[in-house]
């Protein structure tokens, strides 16, 4: 085995900067020279030995950065005037110098300057001074130059002006001597140094491990291809069958740079027989080819980031000797500039895998390399049961509610990471933020414990840290060990000290809480208040019970506050151990020592616990088994369906016993009805269960579909439990954390919970969950955080009104939402009893749903090609010269036009029709992959956002699939007949944006509650429910030689590869069941009664699954734009029969309502030419009575004989300012219409918002795609 992470202490480079020269004496390098000269001519800033400055904001934004060359790295201060200054080796007079803009905010420029020299760095004088100077651009370099002869050794930059506001930036600060003369030429630079200067996720200048690492550099002169190879190991060592080359990488991204050139690199090994691996058929771990050019065309290595990169030598090159291991870098095409780092190499044999059980490969870390600037997931390392109560975490900054556990950015000065705390938690992300939370530190501190979190945090390796699902242990650098394991409602841990001194300091975030501490007891309990925002979080208890006597207790100073730091010293015994069993509740004290006593008895172990959690997680985790994959796909496997099932979270308690158990829960849905207590909640204590923590917009693409196909009783529950909500409050959250948080667009728990129940989940009232999504759909509300926005007029406009923010976002959303509301009640209908009330009612409102889900034709301008928002009177937002699609925010939210080009997955012909046809729609989709997201059209959001950085790495072009809106695109080929580039696209998104799981990371963005996991899963199956809100799945291309679901029902679902491989991505042909199958989808029933499908898989695009009738089913048919249902009211004349005005009653919003004199009033409509109406809708006013019950709708030629063609009776509005849809039954084409209601309820005078008349017109209201 060699190995080196280039530390003091490892052995040194053989050899630096040095070219590797081949078996016949040729140099291995052409068209690459050294690194380009880091500064402007004449560059001192090799004699700099010193910066400071008046203010920074460590770690990543410090003065040190003004002399790094890197435009994408700035020093920050929190002021309005700041000073940077430097020291130089000897005195040396500068005549010029360079400033250069930083990334965002260009209202934190520099404005008014002077650059100032001292000779002692005491005394300054003024050199050059500058007012009113202005920046252009982002990372603009200026250069300025100086009257200046006196050689000075300090120089600073006294910024006396920014912008505006209080904070000064900049990127970069360069001071020149003049010297014009070129450097002299040099080869590539590989030599031992420091790390990166800066990453979104890393301790800036310290390698992957260790505080060194291997900085190369260079340039790519040539136009066409160049290459260099540096030696920097000699070596003799034998490959053999399983020999692995292991490294760490990190490319550095020059701004602007997409060829993102920094990644054409590898490490290379020269064997003794004059061959190289470069040369080999080698693959890295992902099956990317192993060479410097194959890993860069492979866009497998992410720029400013390390990234973890294992090749298969011995497969290749078993029996040969390794001589040297060089540094690669290859590209075929140029100029181009490249630098980076790279750490850990390691090669020889492999420690043997004993991993076996699918709880085995969970990696709870796995998206925790991530941060606010970029994510790879944004996870906690939570350990937990599936969907329970509680997450226990470790912590490394104890003073944080948002990101808990940095896995390396928050490393200490050894490149360690160091715990704070360990919690319990209820963070369903950290953009939502924590709450809820209780801490817990060991200490082997001799007397009272220090509870400063700084002082008593502890360094630990990676290596001595074993994050599962329901286990996490580790052991400290100082020997301190600790393990738990977790119930739903409890935990239990276990401290190992490593003398006799032990402590446990008890803490919290901040001191919203309360800690009472019974020594004599072993016990403690608490509360904690700890929250962000007010969305429904209620005060957690706590109560906890130690294993040892203490021998000494208090409270500390220091940590979260007085009220809630304290300690317990223990006389740990022999063992020098301590076990703590701790519970909570959320409605008492005596309810949380009554879960600890349910949960965990005291005659419970640790490894009791741990073993019935580990139970709990392989019968989730075991429902899908897989041949072919390799032990990386298995790691993502398993702890993508973790994270699947650690959300959403239990919210109620069992109040009885374990044999009769009663469910209660305090709820944070409803308002508080008193105030609590430090042992007793005061929120509104409610029967039944609730599920909280799930963002639906994030969710519902794929983790509900996938809930409803892998544990239809579990989906059910978890219905219900979200249905409690809307029994309870009114409404279920948009965004639960825990209750109704005003975040993101659309009610997507419509559309997940018919699609649910369209796929035969049950286990929750259909008819409740129904009505909770009719009264999004229909219900204008009362506050921002429930509902629809823009509600009150979409309904009747036909489409959100862009005055509502992101309203394209909202009003497709809602289509889709919609979609799946209709479908439901249409299901619902057949189930009703033939010819009543209710059957009635459910067909109507799936008809209207139905149609209404159309709307998205209303969103689309011909002129541009493109949805964009419309204001009031149809009027687009911009003008084609104004419009490009590569803009975020506005219309959109979290991307731009271009992701939203493809939001019509319900009518998938529909949106081909609006292009042009399939062909056309194929064309869209292929432009979208062609045109690069370049992360520099913020929009409104103003700057780069972290979403924005995530697109552009992903390398496909638009395609984000770093974010929920472009999950649904690769798939959208199937509409367009041609699979066979979904089934491309998606396996390559499931080789290369879900890795480096083994350090931290894993994903490509936001995991977002098991959204992100559950693409990944159903990609691999080789199916996707392209068409949430209907029964069945596109399919695409299955990633394994063999996968097999089990079925709750008992029979599996086994899907066939043979051969598959990381080239066979084509599928040539399926049979399902042994019939031969044509079609791009497949039915939910087909699956679940369990099947086979044997795909025939090839190296090579086929036309299967292309067919004219092979395509998902659509609502819109034929190559007609789809044509909504249009209100005739607007231009009609209407009178009421007792006089009152009723213009009100077709202004397009149910913010108004109008009174009438009486409860039988008669209100008549003349339209300029004859319609037909199919359907009509009411929408009920704010008062309590007034609604009609009963009422004709008649229609005329003349206005003197009319024809009833609509009767009613007994009808109700459940909701205030409600629009309900009825079909008129007996249609005819008519110029006057009259609405007769003969009763209302209580008999008060009738109030009514809006009436609609609709019909269907001749054409559609847009016309196809003319942008082109």
């Known amino acids: 085995m060699f190995a080196s992470s280039f530390e003091a202490d490892d052995r040194p480079l053989d050899w630096t900067s040095t070219v590797e020269t081949d078996k016949h004496g040729t140099a291995r390098m052409s068209g690459v020279t050294g690194a380009a000269p880091t500064g402007i001519p004449g560059s001192i800033v090799d004699k700099i030995t010193k910066c400071v400055a008046s203010g920074e904001n460590p770690p990543n934004e410090i003065a040190a950065n003004l002399l790094d060359a890197d435009p994408s790295t700035k020093w920050l201060a929190f002021t309005a005037t700041a000073w940077a200054e430097v020291q130089l080796s000897e005195p040396i007079a500068v005549v010029a110098y360079a400033l250069t803009s930083a990334n965002d905010h260009a209202e934190r420029d520099p404005k008014n300057w002077t650059l100032q020299g001292s000779t002692d760095g005491t005394q300054w004088t003024d050199l050059d001074t500058r007012t009113g100077e202005t920046f252009e651009h982002r990372y603009q370099l200026r250069q300025f130059s100086v009257d200046n002869t006196t050689k000075y050794s300090y120089y600073r930059l006294n910024v006396t002006a920014n ?22 030429q040099q080869d590539m630079l590989t030599a031992v140094g420091t790390g990166p200067a800066s990453g979104p996720n890393v301790r800036p200048k310290v390698g992957f491990t260790g505080v060194a690492s291997l900085e190369f550099a260079g340039q790519h002169t040539a136009d066409g291809r160049a290459f260099a190879y540096n030696k920097i190991y000699d070596v003799e060592l034998s490959v053999g069958r399983h020999t692995r080359l292991a490294y760490t990488v990190f490319p550095v991204m020059g701004v602007g740079d997409l060829s993102y050139a920094s990644t054409y690199v590898a490490l290379d090994l020269a064997f003794s027989d004059g061959t190289y691996l470069s040369q080999l058929p080698a693959l890295d771990q992902h099956g990317i080819a192993a060479s410097p050019s194959g890993q860069g065309a492979g866009n497998i290595l992410y720029p400013n980031q390390w990234n973890s990169v294992v090749i298969d030598v011995g497969a290749v090159a078993a029996g040969k000797k390794v001589e040297r291991i060089l540094f690669g870098y290859d590209k075929p095409a140029g100029p181009a500039q490249f630098r980076g780092w790279l750490d850990d190499i390691r090669l020889g044999d492999p420690v043997a895998d004993r991993r076996s059980r699918p709880t085995d490969y969970v990696l709870t870390t796995r998206g925790t390399n991530a941060s606010g600037d970029f994510s790879r997931g944004n996870n906690i390392p939570a350990t937990a049961v599936p969907n329970g109560f509680n997450f226990w975490v470790p912590v490394t900054d104890a003073g944080s509610t948002s990101w808990l556990y940095a896995y390396q950015k928050a490393n200490n000065a050894a490149n360690l990471p160091e715990l704070q705390a360990f919690s319990v938690s209820h963070e369903p992300s950290p953009w939502m933020g924590d709450r809820q939370t209780f801490q817990v530190m060991p200490s082997a501190a001799s007397g009272t414990p220090d509870a400063d979190r700084g002082t008593r945090a502890l360094a630990f390796s990676h290596d001595d840290e074993t994050a599962q699902a329901h286990r996490y242990a580790v052991t400290f650098s100082n020997g301190i060990a600790v393990e738990l394991a977790p119930t739903d409602h409890a935990a239990i841990f276990r401290f190992r000290f490593p003398g006799s001194d032990a402590s446990l300091i008890f803490d919290n ?74 519970a909570t509740s959320l409605l008492s004290v005596a309810q949380a020592k009554h879960n600890l006593a349910l949960e965990i008895s005291s005659r419970d172990s640790l490894e009791s616990v741990r073993e019935r959690a580990r139970q709990a997680w392989e019968k989730r985790l075991g429902v899908i088994e897989v041949e072919g994959a390799t032990p990386d796909q298995l790691t993502t496997l398993y702890s993508n369906l973790y994270r699947l099932n650690l959300y959403p979270n239990s919210g109620f308690e069992n109040v009885g016993t374990n044999r009769q158990p009663t469910y209660r829960y305090a709820s944070p849905v409803s308002k508080p009805v008193k105030d609590p207590t430090a042992t007793e909640t005061g929120a509104k204590i409610v029967d ?72 035969g989940v049950k286990g929750f009232d259909p008819k409740d969950a129904y009505d909770a999504a009719v009264r999004n759909a229909s219900v204008a509300p009362t506050s921002s955080a429930i509902g629809r926005k823009g509600l009150a007029t979409s309904i009747f406009l036909g489409y959100t009104p862009d005055s509502t923010g992101e ?96 939001h019509v997955a319900h009518d998938g012909n529909g949106l081909a029709n609006l292009y042009g046809g399939r062909d056309k729609l194929a064309a869209k989709l292929d432009e979208f992959f062609r045109t690069p997201e370049t992360a520099q059209y913020p929009g409104s959001y103003g700057g780069t956002i972290h979403e924005m950085l995530e697109a552009r790495d992903v390398r496909m072009g638009q395609y984000g699939h770093s974010n929920q809106p472009s999950h649904h695109i690769t798939y959208m080929y199937t509409y367009a007949g041609q699979p066979w580039k979904t089934q491309q696209k998606v396996r390559e998104v499931l080789q290369r944006l879900y890795t480096g799981s083994e350090i931290g990371q894993g ?35 299955p990633l394994f030689r063999k996968a097999t679901v089990h079925l709750e029902s008992g029979h599996n679902l086994v899907v066939n590869a043979p051969g598959n491989s990381v080239s066979t991505v084509y599928v040539r042909g399926l049979r399902v069941n042994g019939q031969r199958y ?38 819109t048919t034929g190559t007609d734009v789809a044509i909504p249902l249009t209100d005739v009211t607007a231009a009609a004349d209407a009178s009421a029969s007792d006089g009152t ?6 202004n397009d919003t149910s913010a108004d309502q109008v009174t009438f004199g009486g409860a039988a009033v008669t209100v008549d409509y003349q339209l300029d030419a004859a319609a037909k109406v199919t359907h009509y809708t009411l929408t009920s006013g704010t008062a309590e009575h007034g609604d ?79 942008s082109r």
């Open 1188 to 1266: 009609p019950v009963a009422w004709t709708l008649s229609g005329s030629t003349d206005g003197t004989d009319w024809t009833v063609l609509d009767t009613r009776s007994d009808e109700a509005f459940t909701w205030r300012r409600q629009t309900r849809p009825f079909t008129v039954a007996k249609p005819g084409s008519y110029p006057r219409y009259r609405l007769d209601v003969t009763a209302t309820t209580g008999g008060a005078p009738l109030v009514l918002a809006q009436v609609e008349l609709l019909d269907t017109p001749a054409d559609p209201p847009v016309k196809p795609d003319k």
């Open 1141 to 1146: 005005d009723v213009d009100k009653l077709a």
């Open 163 to 184: 912008g505006s506001g209080d904070i000064v930036q900049l990127a970069d600060l360069q001071l020149s001597n003049g010297d014009d003369a070129p450097p002299p």
């Open 1078 to 1115: 044509e079609k791009s989808f497949v039915d939910h029933a087909t699956l679940a009664r369990g099947a086979r499908l044997d795909f025939t898989m090839g190296a090579k695009p086929s036309r299967w699954g292309s067919g004219a009738d092979a395509a998902p089913p659509s609502l």
């Open 688 to 759: 039944g269960t609730i599920y909280v923590n799930h963002g639906f917009w994030d969710v519902y693409r794929t983790a509900w579909p996938a809930y409803a196909l892998l544990y239809p009783s579990v989906a059910g529950r978890l219905v219900q439990g979200f249905v409690q909500q809307y029994l309870d409050g009114g409404w279920i959250s948009r965004w639960s954390s825990p209750g109704y948080a005003d975040l993101m667009t659309g009610t997507s728990s419509d559309v997940a919970f018919a699609d649910a129940f369209l796929k």
């Open 807 to 902: 309203s394209v976002s909202w009003a497709l959303e809602g289509f889709v939402n919609d979609f799946g509301i209709g479908n439901m009640a249409a299901a619902l209908a057949e189930r009703a009893t033939a010819g009543s009330a209710e059957a009635r009612r459910y067909a109507e409102e799936a008809d209207y749903y139905l149609r209404r889900c159309r709307n998205y034709v209303y969103l689309f301008d011909p002129a541009i090609g493109f949805f964009q928002g419309f204001d009031a009177k149809h009027q687009p937002r911009l003008e084609p010269n104004e419009y490009d699609p590569r803009v975020w925010g506005n219309d959109y939210t979290e991307t731009d036009g271009w992701n939203f080009a493809f």
């Open 1003 to 1037: 994903y490509c963005g936001d995991e977002d509650n098991g959204e992100m996991s559950a693409w990944w899963i159903f990609s691999a199956l080789g199916i996707y429910p392209l068409q949430m809100g209907s029964p069945r799945y596109a399919i695409g291309s």
């Open 509 to 582: 975030v901040d001191n919203d809480g309360g800690l009472t501490l019974d020594a004599d007891g072993r016990s403690l309990h608490g509360y904690s208040d700890v929250r962000v925002g007010t969305d429904g979080a209620t005060r957690l208890f706590v109560y906890a019970e130690f294993d040892r006597p203490v021998t000494d207790s208090g409270m500390l100073p220091g940590g979260g506050g007085t009220d809630v730091t304290g300690f317990f010293r223990f006389d740990a015994g022999a063992t020098h151990r301590v076990t703590m069993r701790i």
